[in-house]
């Protein structure tokens, strides 16, 4: 066992007034198995590059370890993985390579064929047990879910669950739960560690901002009753101490030092509530600082005349020549919200994009209805470049609501004069969702609309859903978002 040290740690990128980290400490045990949390744009990906000395810094980070970063830069992709494997650690014992991807459930025979050959799941399996042979390293494991299936990532988490020593970036609670035993969160302020899986986590936090909200309210009506009382206790120290210089009813001559003392008094009690109100005012000031913003979305799609939207009957895609899944039957009708589920590979993306309307080749019947609008959210995102007033005149759709979802899903308003292509990969995809959500249709495609994205978001995401249940056909990996929304599941096998 052996510390990773973080002390006085600030960073800012060249140019930029957003202060990433500001003075941050905290120790991590290199035997933990830590995940990594925090809304997009906090700095998680930052941070790992800060660990190993991609960017200066501000402070001190200490270690005894190496740090070794997934997804690791493969340079030439034409290789053979079993090169692509020694070019990330050439003093590798075969017999502990095969041992490990005898874990992650990979076949020998993928080392003998080209990497680019193999599909997204498998290059991720084959550099993680690539870098976990190396001794004496620190796993920093960024985001390897967003190219894993439902399946791959349990196998994932399981292999992931058997190590210790990495540092985890996962936005699939699911996938965060099967295998850390530690928790480091971004918070608005500050970064905390606690013991535990993500659901150990996410409760405690409920808890602490259930109690910071009520603790809050509490202080505020006490502060509001002080203020009214010290107001009251000033007035009437100011009416006595008017009273020594005037006589009373009778006529007879005022006591003048009876009267001074009794407003003396009073002042005295109203300078005691005006220090209760600024110790109020200072507990309420610590509080809610690390509370998020998951303010509720809103969806309104356009009213369809007819029930049924869309129906495939007994229909098979073919890519290449190839065919990809054969017999796909199901209807879309009003209120569906369907998820499309199977491995990678299986033609998922290709059915979203047959029912939009892409010249897919196919067979069987595809039948939909007439001047059905659609929106579409795609998995890509590298297209998106210029600012986002630009973005949503290109697109025709409105700006003040575009732009107002986005803050709802944590975007700052610094963020709008950025372009788009400086973002990060859960902002790029917000960007996506917040276009759908402004656009008038009948009917919503995502094809996995949450890579990338944060817990938080996600979760204001299936709130939307379940609220406004709009007609809608995803394809998404993570099951806890699928098992909350979806109200029919389309299963495709490879063919």
């Known amino acids: 066992m052996s510390l990773i040290n973080v002390a006085n740690l600030t960073f800012a990128y060249d140019g930029s007034y957003d202060t990433i980290f500001d003075n941050v400490s905290f120790q991590v045990d290199t ?6 949390t925090g809304r997009n744009g906090r700095g998680k990906t930052t941070f790992l590059n800060l660990l190993t000395g991609k960017y200066e810094y501000r402070g001190t980070i200490s270690s005894q370890v190496e740090f070794e970063y997934f997804p690791f830069q493969v340079d030439n992709d034409e290789l053979n993985t079993i090169e692509v494997v020694e070019s990330i650690y050439p003093d590798y014992v075969h017999w502990e390579l095969l041992r490990e991807l005898s874990l992650l459930q990979v076949e020998d025979d993928v080392l003998y064929r080209p990497f ?18 190396k001794e004496n390293s620190f796993l920093l494991i960024d985001e390897p879910t967003n190219h894993l299936d439902m399946e791959a990532r349990k196998i994932v988490s399981r292999y992931l669950n058997s190590k210790k020593g990495f540092i985890l970036v996962s936005h699939d ?12 969160s971004i918070n608005k302020t500050n970064i905390e560690i606690q013991r535990g899986n993500f659901s150990d986590w996410w409760e405690n936090k409920q808890r602490q901002d259930h109690y910071e ?78 509370v998020e913003s998951a303010e509720t979305l809103k969806l309104t799609q356009l009213p369809y005349p007819k029930n049924q939207l869309a129906e495939l009957d007994h229909v098979t895609l073919y890519y290449g020549g190839k065919a990809v899944c054969r017999d796909v039957s199901f209807t879309i009708e009003k209120g569906d919200r369907i998820a499309v589920t199977g491995r990678n590979g299986s033609g998922k993306s290709s059915i979203l994009k047959l029912i939009c309307g892409d010249n897919i080749d196919h067979d069987g019947n595809f039948r939909k209805g ?15 470049h210029g600012n986002l007033t630009h973005f949503a005149r290109n697109h025709n759709i409105d700006e003040s609501l575009f ?24 902002q790029k995809k917000k960007v996506l969702i917040a276009k759908s959500l402004s656009e008038q249709a009948h009917l919503h495609i995502w094809d996995e609309p949450l890579n990338f994205i944060d817990v938080i978001s996600r979760m204001q995401i299936e709130d939307l859903l379940l609220e406004y249940e709009p007609t809608i056909v995803f394809v998404e990996h993570d099951s806890e978002f699928c098992s909350h929304i979806a109200t029919k599941v389309v299963e495709l096998q490879k063919d």
Request: charged residues 35%; glycine residues 6%; positive net charge.
């Open 31 to 36: 035997d933990w198995k830590l995940g990594f």
């Open 116 to 133: 680019r050959s193999l599909s997204n799941g498998e290059q991720t399996k084959i550099m993680l047990a690539a870098l976990f042979l």
């Open 173 to 184: 609670r699911a996938f965060l739960d099967r295998c850390v035993d530690h928790i480091l």
């Open 213 to 290: 909200l009520a603790e809050n309210e509490k202080l505020k009506k006490d502060i509001k009753r002080l203020n009214e009382s010290a107001k009251q206790k000033s007035d009437w120290s100011h009416e006595v101490e008017k009273t020594k210089n005037g006589t009373r009813n009778s006529g007879s001559k005022v006591d003048k030092g009876y009267i001074g003392h009794k407003a003396a008094k009073m002042m005295k009690r109203s300078k005691a509530i005006e220090g209760r109100q600024q110790a109020a005012a200072e507990d309420k000031s610590k509080l809610l600082k690390n």
């Open 370 to 384: 007439s001047q059905l609008q659609i929106s579409y959210v795609s998995q890509d995102t590298s297209f998106l």
């Open 403 to 426: 732009k107002a979802i986005l803050r709802k899903l944590d975007f700052s308003r610094q963020q709008f004069e950025k372009d788009i292509a400086s973002f990060s990969g859960g």
